[in-house]
Each structure stands twice: as C-alpha cells, then as structure tokens.
C-alpha cells in the first residue's frame, strides 16, 4: 500500500476591513487573520455596531480580488450574530464555508448585516487561501535487481514520486539512504541511497527517485528505510524498502533444463539400463534352465534344437535394448522350448504310431505270419529291429528318418521278397494239374489258393503281407493234409480198377500212393511238398501211359485228374486182349500260367535341405534329400517370388539361392508328374525388412517428439511455479533441479499409464 499525505488545506482569512464613511454602523473588531483547510472551515467573525442590535449577517457574491466576475463554487454561511462584549456593543457570529473548499487565490467576500429595526449596513472580508504542496509516495515498495552484472554496480529500479495538490512545487527534496538487513535482520555492507543529492518536484506532476548500492550485495532480500525531506513539506516521510536480489529468471529455465536432462539420463536411460541388465540376468538364468532341459533330451537332435535355441536366447538378450524386448526373448524361447518339447512328443507318438504301422504290415494283427512268409521277410525285420533301437534310444528325428526312408521302400522291398515266392508257388500250382473225383477237394483247394495268390500279387503294401501270408496257410494245409490224402485216395481208387487187368500197374499205384503220404509227413516246406507231389503225379501218368501209349481218352482222364477214369480206360470191366506194344508216351503238356499283374512302381519321398535363415546377398547351398538316392528325372526349383531370390546352379541334388530381400521365402523342387516338395525358410534379418526399418525411423521420431515436448512441458510448468519465488539461492537451485529431475520421470510414469488406457478396444 502507499501511504498518501493529506492535503493541508490553508484558508488564511485576511479580514481586512476599513472603516466605512461616515455614517457606517458595523465596523470589524477582533483579529483580522483567521486560518482555516477544507476539514475545519469554521470562522468566527466579531464586529461593532453603534447603537443597534444586528440579526443576521448574509454573504452576498464573492469575487476574486482582481475584481472578476466569476462566480465561485463556495459560499460561507452565518449563524445568529451573538453579544460577545456588551460593554463595547461587540457581536461575534460562526460562519462556515459550505460548497466545494476554495482554490488558491484571494477573494472578496461582501457580506451584509441586518438589524433589528429593519435596516442594513455592508461589511467587506478579503480571503486569502495558500496551498500547501502534497507529496504522494509509497509506504512500502519492493525492488528487485537481477544477478550476474557484466561490469559495475546491479541496476536498481526507480522509485515514483508525485505532487498531488497541483497548486505548490516541492523543491530541494533529498533522501536519506538505508544499509540494507538481510534476512536475519543482520546489516551486510551495502547501502541504498540515492543518485542525486537533492531534486524537485513539479506542481501535479512527478519523478522517479533514482537508487543505487554502495556495493554488490549477495543473492538474498533485505530491507531498509528511505527518509524524503524537503523545506516545502511539514514533515519527512518514511518509504520501507525490500530489496531482491536474485539471479536473472533464464538461470532457473537452465536449472530446470538440466534437471529435465539428468532426469532424463538418470530415469530413463540408467534406470532403464538397470532394468535390462536385471532383466537379461534373469534370462541368463532362464537359458541356463533351458540348457539343463536341452541335456534331459534323449533325442540328440531335440537337444540340438534345444542348444540352437539357448544360442539364439543368448543373442537376442545381447541385442536386447529394453526389458520389453529380453521379455519378448525369453517368451519366444519359453514358447520354442514347449513348442520343441510338443513336437518331440508328437514326433515321438507319430513314430510309435508309424512303427506300429510297420509292424502290422509285417506281422498283421501283431501276429507272426507263416514261417515260409517270416524267412522271406527277414532282411525287413533286421532293419525293422535296428529302427526299434534306435526309437527306444530316444533318437527319434533319427529313428523317423530311417522309418521314413524304410517305409519309401517298404513296397518295392515286400514286392522284391514275396512276389518271386508268388510267382514259383503260383506255377508249382499249375504243375500240380487239375485233379477229379475222388481227389474234387484237392482240386477246389487248388482253384481257391490260385485265387489268393493272384489276390495277394495284387495287393498293396499294407494289405500284402496278410494276403501273402493267407496264401502261405493255405498252401501249408494243403500240401499237410488236403493234396497227400485226395491225391492217395486217387491214386488207390485207380489201383483198385488195375488190380485184376494190370496187377502190376497197380502194385505201383498202392506203392506210390504210400509214397506221397510218406514224403509229405517228412517234409516241412510246402514249396518242396507241391514240386514232389507234382512229380508222383508225372511218375503215375507215365505208368498209365506206357499201358496205352496214345490213346486220346487216356490222355484226357490224365490231363484232368481223372486217375480212376483213366484206370477205366485201360482196363475196362469187359477184359480185353492186351494192346500192342506202342512207342514211348510223351509227357502231358501243361500250359503256361498266365502272368501276374505288375505291382505300381513306389512313390518317391523327399525333402528339401536348407538352413533357418539365409544371409542377404549370399550365395546359399539347397540340398534335396533323396532316400533311395537321385531320382531318374530333372528336377525343376521355384521360389514364391524372383523379386526376393534367385536360383543358380540348378539339378536333382539342390541349388544355389541368393535372397535378395529380407522376409520369408518358399522354396519348391518340381520333381515332375505333379510331385512338387517346398520348404519355408527365412532371409535376411527381420530388422533388415523395409517396413520394420521404415518403421523403426518413424518409431525413433516419435519417441524423440514425445521426449521435447513433455521436456519443454515440464520446463515451461516449472518455470511458471518458481519464477515468482526465485532469488537464485543454493535451495532456489536444488528446487529447480529436482523439479526438472523428476518432474520428467513423473510425466513418463503418467504416459505409461495412460497407455494402458488409450490403447483399450472402444465398445
């Protein structure tokens, strides 16, 4: 607040009165100079009159002194004329000035007195009113000047003065300067005084009072007392100081600045920094947990994978920039190792189920098949029982490769063992002729097992074991029991009919019927059984030949099995003389089996070699793994895009590729006939793609937009908050600092927040 002086208003009444000519009744008494100010207008007026009593006393129009006509805005009222001394016939009457106070000037006031009988006489006052001058000045006032000062003394502000009345000039006004307290109320070297010794100040106009210290006071506030003196004033007047002195506010917007900065550095990047290292410790122990898992594996190239997959752990974590991204790392290597562990079971269980497969081809109903089927299969069951051990190993990829490359030839391998076997037993068939009654059930047993093994030439690699082996049971009951009792019955039955004809053609029919029933219990094998049962056969139809050499009707019993018929043919019921000897009989002649089908060729089984990542720009080497060796056919290779690779060096056994851009690439080997292999692989970096560098770039200039603008924020904010408080101090500074400091830290924790806000699915 500023204290302002009251305006003094002097109102000197100069009464000056004369006396009037002869004949005036009121003439002035008393004091003639009378001073009053626009607060006190009070006047007391005494007067004489001769032998009259006066009543009233009016004031008519006052003038002022130069004798102009103006009319003034102020007037002065009278009370009751009163006797003061009647010995003398004094009165004295009270009059006050009513209106606005008078301007500084001289004025005439003509008044006129009124008697009691009804007459008047006139009195003239003269006013004079001299102003005083006023000097308005703050009580109080706080000064600032800002630190550091190239060169000199700090500026201090000025200090305005004015004269308020507009009728007086102060002259010869002068201050007394002060010695600054600090706040401690302790006085420090340094005084305040003014620039000039003395200065005036115009009537209604006013100046700045110019300060400076004696010497550069430290940052702090102090107060002092300026005294103002000056010959025109009644009195002096105290002005209370409070001086400032602070370092210059663009200081503070640096502290802050550097506050942000370290903030910055300290919150973010070291804080950050000790997050990853905690973070890549932590997956350090995650890969050394993943390298124990790898050494549970008993599949070698399981924990391969595995040891693949801690190598890539390790170097995504010595890439990692942020705990998101060592996070990121070791969710993908915790998905990896699950996903390895998951397709090692499934690859374990497929093998299992595979070799189940296997083994049921071999052995339907896991039930051994005829010996004669066994001894052909043997070399398939060797392999099958390594491929066992190596499953029960633990090998599985291993284990399935061998499977994979058995089962390719699996067909070819069944075709090449049993077909042969077929083919002898399906002739042997054949050789062993038609057979009639009484030997019918040989013959229809005969017809069935032609049937089966024409079946079983025909099946397929699933079903061809278990055809070949129904044909092996059946071949096997009849050469044990079927064919040795229908053939001996034929054969006695015949024997029976040449007994009193040709009792020798019989004697060696009865023998070679025993004959067959002998060799068929001492031999095992029912191949060996057919071809010998086939050559009594040729030994009994050379007998009956000898006795008829010729005869068509013979020949015909012969070729059909008809060994009573043809025993009918030579010795018929009526005896009849005995033939004459003819040549030799040739043999029956029997005709060629027909062939067999051809079994379908197999299908070949292949797959393409290549690395999980290929470089950019390099030459890579692409193999095709061919179980049974390089196919008789070119071999055509095809990527899913020229833009991303090429391909050189082309043939059945790989190829050379060169990706030329980052991202995933097919790889496919036409290998003809609509047999077409691929295999996914990718090249390059994922970092090196155009849309994740693109977007790297943009990701960085967002982040570093972000960065400016919550630091100009937090400045900008601090700034507002401590200028008007800010002197410079040591705590002035450290406040700014910390506000700075965490002030951004504060503002990225909020960002964060307000993220997991923002980034929510609207309804």
Known sequence: MQRKSKALLFLSLLLCAKLSPAGQVATVSGTELFVVDCTNQALTLRFRVAGKVPQAVRTNNIRKEAGSATAVAWSITWQVPQPSMPAITEYQVMGAVSGTCPAAGRFVVPLTVV?????????????????????????????????????????VPSIRLRETSGAAAIEGLSVSGGQLKNAAGELVDTVLNPALSSSIVVAGQGTDLKLRVSSEPSVGTYTTRLTVHSPALKQSQAIDVTFKVAFLPVYLFITILVGVVIGWVVNVRLAGRAALDTARLEAYRAAGALGRRAAQQKDPTVQQRFIALVAALESDIRDARTPAEVQAALTKSAGGADAIELEAGKAAEALRLAL??????????????????????????????????????????????????????????????????????????????EWSAPAQALEQERGRILTLVTAAYQATAGQFVSECDKVAIAVRTLTAFTAPRAIAEAFRAAAVALQAAKPAVALALSALAAEVLRQTASDAEPLNTLQRLTAVRRD?????????????????????????????????????????????????????????PAAAPPKLICRILVPALLPLDRMTTVKLDWPGGAPPRPVVWKCDGAAKASIANENSNGAEITPSQAGFLTIMADLGGGDVVTAQTYAGNLMQTPDLVKLAKESAKVNWSIWFFTAALTSLTGYLIFVNAWMGSGADFFAAFVWGFFGQFSLDRIRDTVKTTTARTLP
């Open 115 to 155: 008697f009691a009988d009804g007459t008047q006489d006139n009195l003239d006052i003269r006013v004079v009113r001299a102003a005083e001058p006023v000097l308005d000045l703050p009580a109080s006032v706080v000064l600032r000047t800002d630190l550091p000062v190239a060169g000199g003394l700090p500026y």
């Open 356 to 433: 189940l497969q296997v083994h049921e081809q071999l052995a339907p109903g896991h039930v051994a098949p005829d010996a004669m089927v066994r001894e052909k299969l043997e070399a398939l069951a060797g392999q099958l029982v390594d491929i066992d051990a190596a499953a029960a190993a633990g090998d599985v990829i291993d284990a399935q490769r061998r499977l994979d490359a058995f089962r390719s030839t699996l067909a070819p391998s069944l075709a090449a063992a049993l077909q042969p076997w077929l083919l002898d037993l399906y002739e042997s068939l054949h050789e062993l002729g």
């Open 540 to 596: 009994v139809e050379a007998r009956m030949q000898l006795e008829m050499p010729g005869d068509a009707g013979l020949r015909h019993c012969l070729e059909t099995g008809n060994f009573p018929g043809a025993a009918a043919v030579i010795a018929p019921p009526a005896a009849m003389p005995p033939a004459a000897p003819g040549p030799l009989p040739t043999p029956i002649a029997r005709t060629t089996p027909p062939a067999l």
